[in-house]
Nanobody
Framework: QVQLVESGGGLVQAGGSLRLSCAASGRTFSTYTMGWFRQAPGKEREFVSR????????SYAISVKGRFTISRDNTNNMVYLQMNSLKPEDTAVYYC?????????????WGQGTQVTVSS
């Protein structure tokens, strides 16, 4: 099982940008689909984005498409989420996740989360 640690969260004004990072342990990082999810206060956790093992295929939630970009660095076991044009409704705890397979939708490993707060 892969261990995941997120970083890069913080407080930003609406319209601003943040880049989240997720560091993964283990030698099998490139065998995992990686994803980002978020959970706002009082709401269920929701999908944000995922990226295939090779990085060649990505998927986004409609609410973030065109504003967020997911990427990965298989050499350094890292996955990133570049968030631009942030809105107050993007405020949430953001979680990094890993799932087996080329472009999986099942994620079994989760990080602790990093808080993103967007002020209006």
């Amino acid at each position: 099982q892969v261990q995941l640690v997120e970083s890069g969260g913080g407080l930003v004004q609406a319209g601003g940008s943040l880049r989240l990072s997720c560091a993964a342990s283990g030698r099998t990082f490139s065998t995992y689909t990686m994803g980002w999810f978020r959970q706002a206060p009082g709401k269920e956790r929701e999908f944000v984005s995922r990226i295939s093992r090779s990085g060649g295929t990505t998927s986004y939630a409609i609410s973030v498409k065109g504003r967020f970009t997911i990427s990965r660095d298989n050499t350094n076991n890292m996955v990133y989420l570049q968030m631009n044009s942030l809105k107050p409704e993007d405020t949430a705890v953001y979680y990094c996740a890993a799932g087996p397979g080329t472009f999986s939708q099942d994620f079994g490993s989760w990080g602790q989360g990093t808080q993103v707060t967007v002020s209006s």
